[in-house]
């Protein structure tokens, strides 16, 4: 079987091949159709094949890139990852609640300085060893004229929604019902993403990232809040 080092997201493939929950969540919406930046997950597996080629080196427990065109070479050339149209934003995917990794890198795709950078910084923020993921979201970067996040739950009348630490109500939409015309486009828009992330993944309490760019409400991340049973 070969091995692959990155899934496009909306392949459906980043579950089975181990991509943590916001990770294989995003890529089920990509291919639901919602509104999800293009882009795909550089696994963990091409990470391992940089060390593999000493393209990453391993110093002290962390990673060091020491030619930023080998990796560059081995990134869209070996193992072909899809250029992006767009300056790119390069998140973690090794745990689901990453709060002590570094943060989302906003990268020229096209500069391999820029690039190993990023990858640099991001894989030495992975936990040092050789049981720990190592995979990587990289997606086209959005212009953001509001972001924020939303809890949704199938059985509530309403989506708890904050910007910029307000919190507020937002109705929820059933069936084929069209948005208030006076609400704000971006909660118009918030309100069509918000149904159809419930109905794509069901029941239970989901928590949404997201960002309106003034045209389109883009999803950025989903998790379920659910307890367990």
Known sequence: MTRLHFVWLGSKRAKKNGVSEKGWRLD??????????????????????????????????????????????????????????????????????????????????????????ALGQLWQAAPPDDTSRHDLLIQEMVAIEVEGTAVTASNHPADTITVANTSFDLPQLTGWRRPTAARPDHLRRLQQLLRGVRRTFGAGEWQVQWMDDGRVCWLLHILNNSTPA
């Open 28 to 117: 089920m919406a990509a291919r639901a159709g919602l509104p999800v930046p293009n882009g795909g997950i550089l696994l963990d597996n091409f990470y391992w094949l940089a060390v593999h080629e000493e393209v990453v080196q391993i110093v002290d427990g962390r990673a060091h890139i020491p030619s930023p065109p080998a990796l560059y070479d081995l990134l869209y050339t070996a193992v072909r990852f899809p250029q992006l149209d767009k300056p790119g934003i390069i998140r973690p995917l090794f745990t689901d609640a990453d709060t002590a990794v570094s943060p989302p890198f906003a990268v020229l795709m096209a500069d391999p300085v820029a690039l190993a950078a």
